[in-house]
């Protein structure tokens, strides 16, 4: 299992400019995440989803968009990207089992605005 | 409203010391999950534990050991006799009990040196 997949892994964007995120994960779970994370902020939760063709907004979710369309896929859209959206995204999913479970991490897009 | 706080920005210890980061919590759930994770210096994120609120015991893994106190609020993860493998920043979590979506919130994260 590839577990959870990120593509890019690096970007340099200029402002303005689009750009598309991939997550994918083989791991059958329902649920699936974007995060960014800044230098001492911790993570931040941009936007979930609960199953397929379902999305959420999360804690900063402006300036982002996402879509679900098929399970396993979660991909996170800037349609017009600001420096101050320099930042290392992560992606991650959960199972869904009625209960909180942990989230397994991609292994992260580090993202440039210039 | 739900937070996570860990004061200990970084921590620098010398290899085979044992080392505690310290995690504060705030809920108003009765019922909650709190979480460790470790990000290593080539950046990903690894799950180390989940720990359900009505589950007060002790829980060691090899050095690691985690400390789970309800009356404080906090959940202090143990190293003991560290090593160099160990300089990560670790993360402290706690489940969202307003969301249906298993949303956890992150601490802002200790940075551990281990020096050799």
């Known amino acids: 299992n590839a577990g959870v997949t990120q593509t890019p892994k690096f970007r340099v964007l200029k402002t303005g400019q689009s750009m598309t995120l991939l997550c994918a994960q083989d791991?059958?779970?329902?649920?699936m995440y974007w995060y960014r994370q800044d230098p001492g902020m911790g993570l931040r939760l941009i936007h979930y989803?609960?199953?397929?063709?379902?999305?959420a907004k999360g804690e900063v979710p402006d300036g982002y968009n996402v879509s679900r369309l098929k399970k396993q896929n979660f991909l996170l859209g800037l349609e017009s990207a600001a420096p101050s959206q320099t930042s290392v995204y992560f992606c991650?999913?959960?199972?869904?089992?009625?209960?909180?479970?942990?989230?397994?991490f991609g292994p992260g897009t580090r993202l440039t605005v210039t | 409203a739900q937070k996570v706080t860990q004061a200990q920005t970084e921590i620098s210890v010398v290899e085979k010391e044992d080392v505690t980061l310290d995690c504060v919590y705030e809920?108003?759930?009765?019922?909650?999950?709190l979480f460790w994770y470790k990000q290593p210096p080539s950046g990903e994120l690894v799950f180390l534990i989940r720990?359900?609120?009505?589950?007060?015991q002790n829980e060691i893994s090899g050095r690691y050991s985690w400390n789970f106190q309800k009356s404080t609020s906090s959940f202090n993860f143990t190293i003991t006799a560290s090593q160099v493998v160990d300089s990560a920043v670790y993360f402290c979590?706690?489940?969202?009990?307003?969301?249906?979506?298993?949303?956890?919130?992150f601490g802002s994260g200790t940075r551990l040196s281990i020096r050799p």
């Open positions: 991650a999913s959960s199972y869904y089992l009625g209960t909180v479970y942990e989230q397994y």
């Open positions: 791991m059958n779970h329902e649920y």
């Open positions: 989803s609960v199953g397929e063709g379902t999305t």
């Open positions: 809920t108003r759930d009765t019922t909650y999950y």
């Open positions: 720990r359900n609120s009505f589950d007060e």
């Open positions: 979590a706690l489940s969202d009990p307003y969301s249906s979506a298993s949303k956890i919130i």
